[in-house]
């Protein structure tokens, strides 16, 4: 069965702390591997897509990774407008090529 | 990015009656639409996805009956909530899928907070 899997499940941050954000997956096929934020009372914003190991992507602050088994989002000098969850969801090659999500992880960025 | 929008962004209705919830795709065709439901705290959950033209497929444990699916254009897809109980109550959010080449992007609308009184 596919599977995503988010860690932390919550992290707080000083403003300017650096860390980084983990998804592992399990699933068949790769077709792709998403990142999103979502802020409270709102839908999922677009971050990323991956689509190799390998692969690297920079979007201001943020920038995710992809290795066969998992993708980091690694957040540099966070500012307290990061502060949202961090939503990972992969999608197989097969079937209806469904987006299965992680739990997310929950940041807040303190001034 | 594509733009999904999400309509309306909050309802409140009475208990037994329906609720329709409209998800269009503004800037291109989207040929498969998602519908989820979220939990607070919780991920997505997703409860179907609606192909244009066809019959839209529930996951396992969604009512086809009480959540009626309807994707009649390129860039409508609706969710109907029919005889509205609290416990349907939650936020629903719709997503339209995007295929560059090989490709793939997946685009989220605002979200739909339903409460049932």
């Known amino acids: 069965e596919d599977q995503v899997t988010q860690s932390p499940e919550a992290l707080r941050l000083q403003e300017g702390e650096s860390s980084s954000l983990n998804c592992s997956y399990t699933v068949s096929g790769l077709r792709g591997l998403f990142w999103y934020r979502q802020d409270p009372g709102k839908g999922p914003e677009f971050l990323f897509t991956l689509y190799s190991a390998g692969e690297e992507k920079e979007k201001e602050r943020l920038k995710a990774t992809l290795t066969k088994k998992e993708s980091f989002l690694h957040i540099t000098a966070p500012k307290p407008e990061d502060s949202a969850t961090y939503l990972c969801a992969a999608i197989a090659n097969t079937g209806f090529q469904k987006l299965v999500f992680g739990t997310g992880t929950r940041l807040l960025v303190s001034p | 990015g594509a733009v999904v929008s999400q309509h309306p962004s909050r309802v409140i209705c009475k208990s037994g009656t329906s609720v329709k919830i409209e998800c269009r795709s503004l800037?291109?065709?989207?040929?498969?639409m998602f519908w989820y439901r979220q939990f607070p705290k919780k991920s997505l959950m997703l409860m179907a996805t609606?192909?244009?033209?066809?019959?839209?497929?529930?996951e396992q444990g969604v009512e086809k009956d009480k959540f009626l699916i309807n994707h009649a254009s390129l860039t409508l897809s609706t969710l109907t909530v029919t005889s509205a109980h609290p416990e349907d109550s939650s936020f629903y959010i719709c997503?339209?899928?995007?295929?560059?080449?090989?490709?793939?992007?997946?685009?989220f609308g605002q979200g739909t907070r339903l409460t049932v009184v």
């Open positions: 800037d291109f065709q989207a040929t498969t």
């Open positions: 609606s192909n244009e033209g066809s019959k839209a497929t529930y």
């Open positions: 997503s339209a899928r995007v295929l560059w080449g090989m490709n793939t992007e997946a685009f």
